[in-house]
């Protein structure tokens, strides 16, 4: 089991800025995909960003140019920055670490709200 812990929502005004935090309780090198998804009530779950272990990266169209996702691997640790925030990014933000179709971790969520 992984236990993935988020970090780093909150409230921003159109056009600002947030950093996502995720602290895995193991070393990420183990887990072949690290990725970003959120939701909005009412609607499904979505693909935000993910890194595979060779450190390849895939961003949904509308977060392209916008969001970057990292990791470091000494700190078991991956981020999402967020740039030029809209309100259409207002969702619960989950971590997710994907082992194997088995085997997929989800971390408890962060609120992301963009409002003026």
């Known amino acids: 089991q992984v236990r993935l812990v988020e970090s780093g929502g909150g409230l921003v005004q159109p056009g600002g800025s947030l950093r996502l935090s995720c602290a895995a309780s193991?070393?990420?090198?183990?887990?072949?995909?690290l990725g970003w998804y959120r939701q909005v009530q009412g609607k499904l779950r979505e693909l935000v960003a993910t890194?595979?272990?060779?450190?390849?990266?895939n961003y949904a169209d509308s977060v392209k140019g916008r969001f970057t996702i990292s990791r470091d691997n000494a700190k078991n640790m991956v981020y999402l920055q967020m740039n030029s925030l809209k309100p259409e990014d207002t969702a619960v933000y989950y971590c997710?670490?994907?082992?194997?179709?088995?085997?997929?971790?989800w971390g408890q969520g962060t609120q992301v709200t963009v409002s003026s």
């Open positions: 997710n670490a994907y082992i194997n179709y088995y085997f997929q971790y």
């Open positions: 193991e070393s990420i090198l183990s887990i072949n995909t």
């Open positions: 890194m595979g272990s060779g450190g390849s990266t």
